[in-house]
C-alpha cells in the first residue's frame, strides 16, 4: 500500500552517521526521479537531495558535503548516506518519487511513510 518504503533512522550524536534506506518498485525507481526530504518541528518541509534515474544528484546547500545521495539500480533501492550529522539535523525524513517539478516544489506522486533521524547535542 505504501509506494516507498524507508528505513535505517534513529539516534546518533553530532558528527556522527547514518544512511537511510528507500525501497521502491522496479517501476517507479525507473522512470521517475527520486529525492529525500525533511521536516522538523514547526519547520517547512526542506528537499534535501534528488537523483535522476541517469544519475544525476543535486542537494539543499545545509547538506552539500556532508550528504550524499546513490541508487542501486539492481536493488532498486535508493540511499542517503549522511555524515557528520549536525542537531539541526534532526528530522523526519520522507522518500519521495516524481518528476524533478515536482520535487522542487513539494508535490511527488510518491511518498515514503518517513523515518526519523534524532542527533543528539
Known amino acids: 500500500q505504501v509506494p516507498l518504503v524507508e528505513s535505517g533512522g534513529g539516534l546518533v550524536q553530532a558528527g556522527g552517521s547514518l544512511r537511510l534506506s528507500c525501497a521502491a518498485s522496479?517501476?517507479?525507481?525507473?522512470?521517475?526521479?527520486m529525492g529525500w526530504y525533511r521536516q522538523a518541528p514547526g519547520k517547512q518541509r526542506e528537499l534535501v537531495a534528488t537523483?535522476?534515474?541517469?544519475?544525476?544528484?543535486n542537494y539543499a546547500d545545509s547538506v552539500k558535503g556532508r550528504f550524499t545521495i546513490s541508487q542501486d539500480n539492481a536493488k532498486n533501492t535508493m540511499y542517503l548516506q549522511m555524515n557528520s550529522l549536525k542537531p539541526e539535523d534532526t528530522a523526519d525524513y520522507y522518500c519521495?518519487?516524481?518528476?524533478?517539478?515536482?520535487?522542487?516544489?513539494?508535490?511527488?506522486?510518491?511518498w515514503g511513510q518517513g523515518t526519523q533521524v534524532t542527533v543528539s547535542s
Open positions: 519521495a518519487a516524481g518528476s524533478q517539478a515536482q520535487l522542487r516544489v513539494g508535490t511527488a506522486r510518491y
Open positions: 522496479r517501476i517507479i525507481f525507473s522512470f521517475n526521479v
Open positions: 537523483i535522476t534515474t541517469s544519475g544525476t544528484t
